[in-house]
């Protein structure tokens, strides 16, 4: 069992940056590809962004790109999300998730990830 920990939300003003951290509660994550995924009230959860295992190759929404980047330390004991130009469409409760399993090809599907944090908030005003 893997436990998430989950840091970095907040509230902010449009066009403003935060910078979500995930870590894994007293181990590391050299073993998972981590995936961002978020959730608006009243609306499904959906993906964001994910990195593999490696830390080599990257994918995201159409709704992100060119405004957030995930990375991971070279440790990997964490995963991070630097969300910049953020706009208030992109208010929700933001995940992370790991799958040890989950290929490149599968970074965009929820079901490919095996344990999930408790997600934060991130709230962005006009």
């Known amino acids: 069992q893997v436990q998430l920990v989950e840091s970095g939300g907040g509230s902010v003003q449009a066009g403003g940056s935060l910078r979500l951290s995930c870590a894994a509660s007293?181990?590391?994550?050299?073993?998972?590809?981590v995936g961002w995924f978020r959730q608006a009230p009243g609306k499904e959860r959906e993906f964001v962004a994910a990195?593999?295992?490696?830390?080599?190759?990257?994918v995201y929404a159409d709704s992100v790109k060119g405004r957030f980047t995930t990375s991971r330390d070279s440790a990997r004991r964490s995963a991070f999300l630097q969300m910049n130009n953020l706009k208030p469409e992109d208010t929700a409760v933001y995940y992370c998730?790991?799958?040890?399993?989950?290929?490149?090809?599968?970074?965009?599907?929820?079901?490919?990830?095996?344990?999930w944090g408790q997600g934060t908030q991130v709230t962005v005003s006009s």
């Open positions: 007293g181990g590391s994550l050299s073993r998972y590809a």
């Open positions: 990195i593999n295992r490696g830390g080599s190759g990257t």
């Open positions: 998730t790991v799958g040890e399993r989950t290929i490149q090809s599968s970074l965009r599907w929820a079901s490919q990830y095996d344990y």
